[in-house]
């Protein structure tokens, strides 16, 4: 049975035990976005050996490229990006201390090895609500690569962001858990 969850970030392993795939998160507190641009310069920065424009220790990354703010707004549309495009990447800001991923769809297997061993969870956020989510932002500024415009890092403070866990640290997968629920409610209604 699936449990809801507030949470602040930044966050500590900690909070993070509790959650399993299929819980609903209320995020709050800061949150950086980054899509695949902005994961390969931070990746060549760590190769270079220059510091990253934020450090991931304890940090949310919420993969999203967001709209220009209307006035009167922190932040334009800023729904899910495809998570295993930052797959090459997730792992090095997982080693770092990184707790939480936001996106959509599946990981692969070697980020979802990382999370396990380093104690990060991915979260989906609901797809084609991004002007609903950007409601949830009430800050936000631009902190590196601005030359990338929405695919630039993002700084939000957000409050009551809402996810749904996907893979836990116990290696837990809603997708797959789904997968096995729709085989067997199929195959009970064959034998009906």
Not at 102 to 116: H, L, P, T, Y
Request: proline share 6%.
């Amino acid at each position: 049975m699936s449990a809801s969850h507030d949470l602040r970030a930044p966050l500590d392993a900690g909070d993070l035990r509790a959650l399993t795939a299929g819980d609903v998160v209320r995020l709050s507190g800061t949150v950086y976005t980054a899509r695949d641009a902005a994961h390969r310069r931070m990746a060549d920065a760590l190769d270079r050996g220059d510091d990253l424009p934020f450090d991931p220790a304890g940090q949310v990354l919420y993969f999203t490229g967001p709209a220009p703010a209307r006035p009167g707004r922190a932040l334009g549309p800023a729904g899910p990006t495809t998570a295993s495009r930052m797959d090459p990447w997730s792992p090095l800001l997982i080693e770092r201390g990184l707790r939480m991923m936001v996106g959509k769809g599946r990981r692969g297997d070697e980020v979802r090895a990382a999370m396990r061993v380093h104690g990060c969870v991915y979260c989906s956020a609901v797809e084609g609500a991004a002007a609903l989510l950007s409601d949830r932002v009430v800050a936000a500024e631009v902190i590196a690569y601005a030359d990338l415009g929405p695919e630039a890092v993002h700084r939000l403070e957000v409050d009551d962001f809402p996810v749904t866990v996907v893979n836990d640290l116990d290696g837990n997968d809603l997708y797959e858990q789904g997968r096995a629920r729709w085989r067997r409610d199929v195959t009970d209604g064959a034998d009906a």
